[in-house]
Every structure is written in structure tokens, then in C-alpha cells.
């Protein structure tokens, strides 16, 4: 499917998600877009540029009953933030997780997804094993961006279960320096409580 049909498609399936019902900060997300929007699909979601340098993942193909679409959602929220907290250059912070229809603004990150080669794939995945996080992240091909100058980000969802059940985390969380540990802390307990709402 070429990219014209592609950002179709996808904006469709995030309006018929807004034929459900939709909550005023879900409507605020969809009026604004536009075909010429779109960034991206994903296994679960579908992306658009969203403006003032963020993105908004409308999540059009996760197949969950709505009284867990809100669980899900924070827990993605939460896994983002604290993705964020530990490599803040190279997993975007999550500003808004909306319920109605199902969607997470993040912040956008600009660059080329293709020609990422195994040996920079590789060495990122050893940037994130130095944060305890590298198996909740899949480096599969699109879910990493090449930016301008050359470094990369990782623009998936970071795994909520992985940051829950880690001890190597935890070790590692004793090492920041205290308030970062704190908010750390603090998120692991978000991410608990919401994914136990959501399992």
C-alpha cells in the first residue's frame, strides 16, 4: 500500500475509533488531523504529527475490552516516563495518555528509521543494558530513528512488565543521584498498580 493509501487508512481507523465514545481531550486529539499528519503504523497503533514537536500514537489496533483500554494505556504512559527518566536522549517523554479513543502524545523525534545497521543497533542495545532496560525494549526495524546528528532514539513502547520486575533496575535505580531515584521509584509504583489493573 503506498503511503497516500497508507495515511488513509490509518486516519479512518482512528476516526471510527472516535465514533465510539470519545472523551473531550480524545476529540481535541482527532480534529486537528489530517492525512498529512501521519508518520507511521505499528502492530497496535497508528502515528501522526501532532505539532510543536510532538507526535500522538492513536492505539486503533490493540484488541482489548474497553475497561482495559484505560490500564493499558497508563501503564504504557508510565513505562515511557520512565524510560524517559533513565535515557532522556534517547527515548521521548510521554506528555498525555487519553483513554477515549485510546492514544499517547509523545514528543516527536525527527530522523530516517531506515539504513540503521546491526553494529549501531548493537551498540545502542548496549547503551540501554547500562539502564537495566535493554530487554523491555524491542530494537526491531522501525522502532529505532536515526536523528540528523547521527545518534538514535528508540520511539517504541518500552515493556511495563519488564521495568516492574527487574532487580537489575532496581540496583541500578539505587545509583542515581536521590530525587531522580525517588521519581523512579515513584513510576515503578504507577506502573505496578496499573498494570495489575490491566493483567
Known sequence: MDKTRQAEWALDNVRKLSGQSTSRAGRLLIDRLTAEDYVASGVEKDVFDYGDGSVV????HANLEPAMMAPMLKTFYYSAKLGHLLMPDSIPDAHLAVAR???????KVEGERDGITYEERHAFRRRLESVSIAHACDLADGNLIRR????LAYVDIVNAH????????DTYIQTLPAETAREARRLQGRLLKH???WD
Do not use: H, K, Y
Not at 57 to 60: A, E, Q
Not at 162 to 169: K, S, Y
Open 57 to 60: 500514537s492513536f492505539f486503533t
Open 101 to 107: 479513543p485510546p492514544a499517547i502524545v509523545f514528543d
Open 148 to 151: 540528523p546528528d547521527g545518534s
Open 162 to 169: 519488564m521495568l516492574i520486575r527487574n532487580p537489575e533496575l
Open 195 to 197: 498494570s495489575q489493573d
